[in-house]
């Protein structure tokens, strides 16, 4: 059973940066399509971005040019790189999996909380 493991949420003043960490287990990662989605009070949760192990990346409109996300498959974590944040990024961040071929994203970690002060 796939296992996912978010960590490094936090507080953070606006226009500054946080490294969120995805650990992989229960399965091997480079068969997987990883995600980070994300959802702020009283809003529906959010596609952030996603990436295979191979080809290129997505991202939302709201976060191109300032989240990167990327993997480190012989490690089996996941990563989002977020710079310039702003308060309207302020959500509970979850890391999400589906296995290659799927639609839905079907394994979920426990989420971390990013808020971003003004």
């Known amino acids: 059973q796939v296992q996912l493991m978010e960590s490094g949420g936090g507080l953070v003043q606006a226009g500054g940066s946080l490294r969120l960490s995805c650990a992989f287990s229960?399965?091997?990662?480079?068969?997987?399509?990883m995600a980070w989605h994300r959802q702020a009070p009283g809003k529906q949760r959010e596609l952030v971005a996603a990436?295979?192990?191979?080809?290129?990346?997505f991202y939302a409109d709201s976060v191109k040019d300032r989240f990167t996300i990327s993997r480190h498959d012989a490690r089996n974590t996941v990563y989002l790189q977020m710079h310039d944040l702003k308060p309207d990024d302020t959500a509970v961040y979850y890391c999400?999996?589906?296995?290659?071929?799927?639609?839905?994203?079907?394994?979920w970690g426990q989420g971390t909380q990013v808020t971003v002060s003004s």
């Open positions: 990436r295979a192990s191979a080809g290129s990346a």
């Open positions: 229960g399965s091997i990662l480079t068969l997987y399509t």
């Open positions: 999400a999996a589906k296995f290659r071929g799927e639609r839905d994203y079907n394994f």
